[in-house]
């Protein structure tokens, strides 16, 4: 019996991978290859059945991808396989450059509403192009019925058209009168080229159009091709209108933009803003229930396309009332019989009108929507999905909102389950790993997964759901020794250290152990059995990866070979020790060249004032996205880069990229924005580095003041003889100096009495156990006020919850620095980040002029 085809899924970044994989999977395709890269990939499909799908993630500029896209169309298992192209958020590449190889493209943000979707349009696209062939002549109309596309007949030498779909109808309101027979470039205009070029070419290629409509011009796309029409030739033209309420791939793209949209308040506003513009409605408003004025509702959001009105209270709208009682209302035509009890509709005069619900999980009503419209509202089977999610992503808002409110993450638990968090996880890990360095100890690290857990969740809901996480913690503590740690790192996903380890087999058995536990019948309240099975991924400290985000990478990549291989298993990540010997050496070589190869990347990483939390600076931050193992953490190659000398050559290239970014951002935004640039000791022992810090300002035109050199406080003042002067020469030219990891070492008290520090940057280290070590705290409060007291100002970097910010703000911290706020981001999306902070401010003076 053959095997089922699988889906291959390629993708450098971790989170990508998950998120095609648990796409997929939800959707109950039993194999789904997740490969990193092409190289990766190959291994995966030695041997395998062809496939029925190929997604690849394109970033950056894209090279790497196509070249991966070659190396798959010469493997048997993927030589014809269809391409879909993921272009990641801060891919640069432009879809228009896409290789001839691939079939369907959409953005990273748009994977979990969309994908499935493009598939499935794919596969119909296949069996009507086979069914077009069988058929022959005239049979191009299944499309009219089965497609709610827009197709134009047209007779070329007249260029009038001469048949039309019934979507077209519908979606323009066009009678047929105003169709039949009428020239095409009265329906139909194209923005770059010719009506009678297009016809003439029937190309398949698509052009920006602009299709007549009742409403005077509906903007989208629209592409022509030959056929045979009542035994003559003919030209087919398929409209795709860019508006929402007419087309469904347009409502899920509209989805996708919604939850990408920011959370808090800003991502309410955003949100609602897009469901009006899109939708093309007159009315939306956002309600929430959960507010203090004598438990009042009160709106968050109101867009109305009229002149200003002396809106109803909300007791009165008879309507708000009911949806906040958790009553859905859909009206598509006929709002207007309900002007007589609900002043609202009477005095906005809407045709259409809908209201839902904004539920969390327990059903209990947050708030409410409301939406309406002059005219009547788009199709059901287009709005009704577009309200149930716009309300879903309203109601998460309103809830992380509340959670907000009672302090965000106060602690390092897992709340449902009262294990570590991956705050906590990740803090102990390192602590583990700096432990076996000093002792020479080996540990293992499993990476636990729930198979088709997201099934469970959607068909059972989340109550059971919750059982199962529950029992799954009970299940893996019992499987383990005291002395081991168990975590949960994220929604079905568990891990677990093993420590102490004198053989692999050990290892081997425990985790054959936690696979025949877990396969164990599971009862819920109901006394319903289910089966829920784990695949677990294993790797081992140091013999495969000496920092932490490799070990978790690598052992995760080894749980997703358990996935391919069945589930309900567990498999070792396949290097060895000598490999890594290996690598290594290859690392180094390949670091050698990765300037020159175009590989390095600056990362931007804000720094927020800490009472407004308005962006005040930025840190630059390299990384290396080696071509095969992807981005490469700077805890692994800073350290091979001092040790070969290159950090020379790296710093100072990272100095001039990071000064031409930051100069135009200040050309185009003005935010006077510093930034920080990190030095090395082997910089700061450089005799000409005031030429190179001098030479970047003047090739990027950056004022000095607006650059800040890091030194990081572990730099002994005796072993850099010539610190003291360079960073005088430093503050000479104009530039600041911030002190780096401070309270690590062992010479605070000397770096800021006799260096020509700025600032302090308080290590992350102190930061994190804010809440958990009272020593600690006692260190960053008493660092705060050593260096107010000696005029110097202060940041603190991994500010991670509102714990954290709440400690700082009150012991009169200066900025802060963390995933609270912002993850280190590439150029383009940082750059996006400012765009989108300029046009909300812009916005906001524009409304107060």
């Not at 620095?817 to 765009?835: A, N, T, W």
Request: proline share 4%; net charge negative.
């Amino acid at each position: 019996m053959a095997s089922p085809a699988g889906i291959l899924v390629v993708a450098a970044q971790r989170e990508l991978r998950r998120a095609l994989f648990d796409t997929f999977d939800r959707d109950g395709h039993f194999v789904v290859h997740s490969a990193r890269d092409a190289t990766h990939a190959g291994i995966l499909l030695e041997g395998r059945s062809p496939l029925a799908l190929i997604v690849i993630v394109f970033e950056g500029d894209g090279r790497e991808a196509m070249a991966g896209i070659d190396v798959l169309r010469g493997l048997p298992a993927s030589a014809s396989a269809p391409v879909i192209a993921v272009l990641d958020d801060g891919a640069i590449l432009k879809p228009v450059v896409l290789p001839a190889g691939v079939s369907d493209w959409l953005y990273a943000s748009q994977i979990g509403p969309e994908l499935l979707a493009r598939w499935q349009r794919l596969q119909q696209a296949t069996r009507q192009a086979q069914t077009v062939q069988v058929a022959g002549d005239g049979d191009y109309r299944f499309a009219f019925d089965e497609v709610d596309n827009e197709w134009l007949i047209v007779d070329p030498a007249r260029g009038r058209i001469v048949e039309f779909s019934p979507a077209l109808v519908r979606h323009s309101g066009l009678a047929d009168h105003e169709l039949r027979g009428r020239p095409l470039q009265d329906i139909l205009a194209f923005a770059d080229v010719s009506v009678e070029q297009v016809v003439a070419e029937g190309a398949r290629r698509w052009h920006p159009a602009r299709r007549r409509s009742v409403r005077g011009v509906d903007g989208g796309e629209a592409s022509a091709r030959p056929i045979r029409h009542a035994g003559r030739d003919a030209v087919a033209l398929v409209f795709r209108s860019d508006r929402a309420g007419a087309r469904a791939e347009a409502a899920l793209t509209l989805l996708a933009r919604i939850f990408n949209s920011g959370s808090g308040d800003e991502g309410i506003g955003e949100a609602a803003r897009l469901l009006y513009e899109e939708m093309g409605l007159d009315y939306v408003a956002v309600w929430s229930a959960r507010q203090d004025d004598g438990g009042a509702p009160v709106q968050l959001v109101q867009h109305w396309r009229g002149e200003e009105q002396a809106w109803p209270g909300p007791h009165l709208q008879s309507s708000l009332r009911l949806v906040l009682g958790g009553q859905a209302m859909l009206h598509q035509s006929d709002a207007a019989r309900l002007a007589q009890v609900d002043p609202l509709l009477g005095q906005l005069g809407l045709a259409g009108f809908a209201g839902w619900p904004l539920q969390d999980e327990r059903r209990t009503v947050l708030g409410a929507l409301l939406v309406g419209s002059r005219q009547p509202l788009p199709a059901l089977a287009i709005m009704q999905p577009v309200l149930r999610c716009a309300a879903s992503r309203f109601a998460h808002a309103m809830e992380l909102r509340h959670t907000r409110a009672q302090g965000r993450a106060e602690g390092l638990l897992d709340a449902l389950t009262g294990l570590p968090n991956r705050l906590l996880f990740n803090d102990r890990l390192d602590t583990v790993i700096r432990e076996a360095n000093r002792t020479g100890e080996s540990f293992a690290l499993l990476f636990v997964d729930l198979d088709r857990f997201k099934t469970i969740n959607d068909t059972l809901g989340h109550a059971v759901g919750d059982q199962v996480l529950l029992t799954t913690t009970q299940r893996l503590r019992g499987s383990v020794r005291g002395s081991d740690t168990v975590a949960r790192y994220a929604g079905d996903e568990f891990v677990v250290i093993l420590r102490h380890i004198v053989k692999s087999e050990d290892v081997l058995r425990i985790a054959e152990k936690i696979v025949q536990v877990m396969s164990a019948p599971l009862r819920i309240d109901d006394g319903t059995e289910l089966q829920v099975t784990a695949s677990i991924g294993v790797s081992f400290f140091p013999d495969d990866a000496p920092d932490a985000e490799t070990l978790l990478k690598h052992a995760d990549e080894a749980m997703y070979a358990a996935k391919s291989l069945g589930r309900n298993n567990y498999q070792i990540f396949e290097g060895r020790a000598e490999q890594s010997q290996q690598q290594n050496l290859a690392l180094k070589s390949g670091l050698r060249h990765a300037e020159h190869k175009g590989e390095l990347r600056v990362f931007y990483q804000p720094q927020v004032d800490a009472v407004t939390e308005d962006i005040v600076g930025m840190e630059a931050l390299v990384r290396w996205e080696h071509p095969e193992l992807g981005f490469i953490g700077p805890g692994f190659f800073i350290p091979l880069a001092e040790e070969t000398g290159l950090i020379v050559s790296i710093g100072e290239w990272v100095l001039r990229a990071a000064c031409r970014h930051a100069q135009e951002w200040e050309r185009r935004f003005g935010l006077r924005l510093r930034l920080g640039v990190n030095l090395s000791a082997v910089q700061l022992m450089q005799p000409n580095l005031l030429e190179v810090v001098a030479s970047a300002l003047d090739e990027s035109g950056l004022e000095a003041g607006l650059l800040e050199m890091e030194v990081t406080e572990s730099i002994s003042i005796k072993a850099a003889p010539n610190l003291v002067e360079n960073l005088q020469g430093l503050h000479r030219l104009g530039c600041r100096i911030a002190i780096d990891d401070f309270g690590t070492g062992a010479a605070s008290l000397d770096y800021l009495r006799k260096l020509p520090a700025d600032r302090i940057k308080i290590d992350q280290s102190f930061v994190r156990n804010i809440g958990v070590d009272p020593d600690d705290e006692a260190i960053v409060r008493a660092t705060i006020e050593m260096a107010h007291r000696l005029k110097r100002g202060v940041v603190a970097e991994g500010v991670e919850t509102e714990q954290h910010l709440e400690f700082l703000r009150a012991n009169h911290c200066d900025e802060l620095q963390g995933f609270l706020f912002c993850r280190p981001l590439p150029q383009p999306v940082f750059e996006k980040m400012l765009q989108e902070r300029q046009s909300l401010l812009d916005g906001v003076s524009g409304t107060a002029a």
